[in-house]
């Protein structure tokens, strides 16, 4: 009897002394589960204190929803020391291997979430001097959402004095650009890009607070309606202003890549979180051999298609690979259906049938496609391919970028066995584990699939393996640009520039890649997290099925149904490690592939 199962009675007290909730049901996988070995299956004992604390937590969130509000900050500061605190009285030795990992995993969320506040703290200083008046509108919502009764006449004199505020400053900031030394009292592009989004949030926490009383107070809406159309105007401008003119968005021009570096320390913690022992220059040298290998291989390509040392004219060549406008649907379908052939027919991982039922596809937006060039996926594959009202040369390099080859590298990282099958799994193992989801984890799992199927010859022609080969070698410049970008050492022109001539990118999806690393919502190491992730798996495919512990499917499905999480613990749980409740990251795991 596995150890887990010897403190199931244990840890069935602790969570009721802990939570007072019994455990949810498990989840029924598809029309018709195989309910016996939904029984069977080892469960985490912690599972209902990890659905506490996702639950609580969500709904503080929704309940202090002002961005930058120190109010909101201390509020959740507040929610996980007390989770820290709750987490020592658990005696940790008494609990199985599950149970361990959902403790240690559940720890590293919170203290992750403290420093991520901590330095939310050190940078709303910045934002706070070039809005100043922020707290008004912070205080006006928080008081509202307190229930406390609005004064009318009040509520008037802090519009206006809002609205003062706003002018005040934007005249500080004119008056800077107008003297040719005022350049050292304006704020950097990046401290400026963080305020106006910040700007355009409380602008909606303003507009919610005074609909929440207008026409339904007679006499706020008396005192208040003139002051408030004054005060939204001015914000609505000043956003505007702060935007063209400090961060340098040209009117009717696509916004710049300014991006927000964490700087040194800033990788360190969130390298910690991700429980990755390397610091951020080995990663860096990984990327960089990686990308050597790709290049090696490309030329071997270019040789077999009569090209000889000449990668980028293979290159070229394989871009003019398309499909037909109106055909891509088509081409996505045949590629997905061979993908899944070739895994189901070499046994690799088990594929649901009703997972392969229920994906859809979906063409993509002109305006999307500014921001993501290639697919996205998941349940619902979103294609990229030209639309009619797209210039000629967008709607050429879309087609050039999108062609079969490329294609046929990352359908099968969208769907089946990649980003698809892995949010069908995790749905129905282990569901709890999504509050610890990771890209090195969620990415990882998807570009280890493109190498694993490298290795075994699903790329049977040269034009295939060029294509399967420009998406490898993207993602090791990935990790390269991104983690140089946060440590200071390279700008993001230098990053489109590093993808055009280094990896073989168009300009177009040059930039619409830098874009989206930098100025969307992606977490600092998102983009590194494909690339490491997969190695990361793949050197633990190497221990475990490599080493005859497990076979491919074995190994394939353990991963799926133990639910995300950083990749050193899904080695612990797969080795049966009694992990210790001091838990530190030390997997090298580089040096084991060597």
Request: charged share 25%; proline share 6%; aromatic share 10%.
């Amino acid at each position: 009897m596995r150890a887990e199962s010897r403190h199931r009675l244990w840890g069935a007290s602790i969570v009721l002394a802990l939570l007072t909730v019994t455990a949810p049901a498990a989840a029924q996988e598809g029309t018709a589960p195989d309910l016996a070995a939904l029984v069977s299956m080892d469960v985490s004992d912690f599972a209902p204190v990890v659905n506490r604390y996702s639950a609580d937590r969500e709904v503080l969130q929704r309940r202090w929803d002002v961005a930058y509000s120190p109010a909101r900050r201390t509020r959740m500061e507040a929610f996980y020391h007390s989770w820290l605190g709750r987490l020592e009285e658990v005696d940790f030795e008494k609990l199985g291997l599950e149970s361990r990992i959902d403790f240690i995993l559940l720890r590293n969320d919170v203290r992750y979430e403290l420093q991520l506040l901590e330095r939310e703290g050190s940078l709303s200083a910045e934002v706070e001097s070039i809005a100043p008046f922020l707290g008004t509108i912070s205080s006006l919502q928080e008081a509202r959402r307190d229930l406390e009764p609005v004064d009318p006449a009040a509520a008037a004199e802090a519009l206006e004095a809002l609205s003062e505020g706003v002018a005040a400053r934007r005249a500080d900031f004119e008056a800077a650009l107008d003297d040719a030394a005022g350049s050292a009292k304006l704020p950097s592009r990046i401290s400026a890009l963080r305020a106006a989004e910040v700007l355009s949030s409380l602008r909606g926490d303003l507009e919610g607070w005074y609909d929440h009383y207008a026409g339904y107070d007679p006499l706020f809406t008396w005192w208040a309606a003139v002051p408030y159309a004054a005060a939204d105007s001015a914000l609505a401008e000043y956003t505007e202003f702060v935007r063209e003119r400090l961060v340098g968005v040209e009117p009717g021009e696509d916004e710049p890549i300014v991006g927000d570096p964490i700087g040194a320390d800033g990788m360190r913690a969130d390298l910690e979180h991700e429980m990755i022992s390397y610091g951020p220059q080995k990663l860096i040298e990984i990327g960089e051999r990686e990308f050597a290998w790709c290049e090696e291989q490309m030329v071997q390509a270019a040789r077999e298609m009569g090209y000889g040392d000449d990668w980028r004219a293979a290159l070229e060549h394989v871009k003019s690979l398309h499909a037909a406008p109106g055909e891509q649907p088509t081409v996505v379908r045949d590629l997905a259906l061979e993908a899944v052939e070739f895994i189901e027919a070499r046994n690799l991982v088990t594929v649901p049938p009703l997972a392969q039922e229920v994906w859809r596809l979906e063409m993509m937006s002109p305006e999307m496609q500014k921001i993501a060039p290639f697919f996205l996926g998941g349940e619902v594959i979103q294609v990229s391919f030209p639309t009619e009202e797209m210039a000629q040369q967008d709607k050429l390099m879309s087609m050039r970028a999108n062609n079969i080859p490329f294609s046929r590298a990352t359908v099968h990282h969208e769907l089946i066995p990649g980003h698809h099958l892995q949010g069908f799994m995790t749905r129905r193992y282990n569901p709890h584990r999504r509050v610890f989801g990771t890209p090195f984890w969620v990415e990882g799992w998807a570009l280890y699939w493109e190498m694993r199927l490298w290795e075994l010859g699903f790329a049977q022609t040269p034009e295939d393996r060029m294509g399967m080969l420009f998406w490898r070698k993207h993602r090791a410049a990935r990790i390269i640009f991104s983690l140089k970008f946060h440590l200071g050492e390279m700008t993001p022109e230098e990053a489109i520039d590093f993808l055009v001539d280094g990896v073989g990118h168009e300009r177009a999806s040059a930039t619409a890649e830098v874009r989206r690393s930098f100025n969307g919502s992606y977490p600092p190491l998102y983009q590194a997290a494909y690339m490491i992730g997969g190695l990361q798996i793949q050197a633990l495919h190497d221990e475990l099925v490599g080493g005859g512990g497990m076979t491919e499917r074995e190994f394939h499905d353990a991963i799926l149904q133990g639910g995300p999480m950083p990749i050193e613990m899904v080695r612990a749980r797969l080795r049966g490690d009694p992990v210790p409740s001091d838990f530190q990251p030390e997997w090298a795991f580089d040096e084991a592939r060597e």
